[in-house]
């Protein structure tokens, strides 16, 4: 079964980077995702669709500031010089013939 | 640029239908994408629901209770998500969202929806 495994919260301070993390069940470390993020009372948005290869391709208007990598079955997300509107809920997500999966989800914190 | 707006009423009542519409403006439902539904309980993640493509192929989540269709108009240039048989687990904010191969693209606004008498 297709698992995507986040943990619940992170944090970092005002102008630091910070590296999160998305682990893709035992079977599925080639798998793609996606990362989305949610800030508070909004809709998520699409940030990156990153590859097992650590490829990646980012949606409009994203800065440079978000990166993605991959090692195995670790899913990376990289946030750069963070701003306080990056406090948010980050979401990884992928998929397997018909089927989405979200992950738990990430609360990020900036200190 | 493609944008996506939901809309639908904002109560329902226990073991009653729930109904929401998605408009898709600045492009063509009948694209090569797929199009989306996911909900989100009140303090929770996200949760796929269903999805259309507009052959009229859909896929659902096998983990639903509550019974879900989703469909689509051409001539409208929307599609839309109908839950029978509502209950409080059902309370939500429903997003509608573009799917390109597997991935979530882009998202509307979201609508909540509250079940209850």
């Known amino acids: 079964q297709l698992v995507l495994t986040q943990p619940p919260s992170a944090s970092a301070s005002l102008g630091a980077s910070v590296k999160l993390t998305c682990t893709l069940s035992s079977g599925h470390n080639m798998y793609s995702i996606a990362w989305h993020r949610q800030q508070p009372e909004k809709a998520p948005r699409y940030l990156m669709k990153?590859?097992?290869?650590?490829?990646?391709s980012k949606g409009d208007g994203i800065p440079d500031r978000f990166s993605g990598s991959s090692s195995g079955a670790e899913r990376y997300l990289t946030i750069s010089s963070l701003q306080s509107d990056d406090e948010a809920d980050y979401y990884c997500?992928?998929?397997?013939?018909?089927?989405?999966?979200f992950g738990g989800g990430t609360k990020l914190t900036v200190l | 640029q493609v944008q996506l707006q939901e809309s639908g009423p904002g109560l329902v009542k226990p073991s009653g239908t729930l109904s929401l519409t998605c408009a898709v403006s600045g492009g063509s439902i009948s694209s090569s994408n797929w199009w989306s539904w996911v909900r989100q309980s009140p303090g929770k993640g996200l949760e796929w629901i269903a999805e259309?493509?507009?052959?009229?192929?859909?896929n659902y989540n096998p983990s639903l209770k509550s019974p879900v269709t989703i469909s689509l108009d051409k001539s409208k240039n929307q599609f839309s998500l109908t839950l029978t048989s509502v209950t409080a687990a059902d309370t939500a904010v429903y997003y509608c969202?573009?799917?390109?191969?597997?991935?979530?693209?882009?998202w509307g606004q979201g609508t909540l929806v509250t079940v209850s008498s």
């Open positions: 997500q992928t998929w397997y013939g018909s089927v989405r999966v």
């Open positions: 969202a573009r799917v390109d191969a597997g991935c979530y693209n882009l």
């Open positions: 259309i493509h507009h052959s009229g192929n859909t």
């Open positions: 990153l590859n097992g290869d650590g490829s990646h």
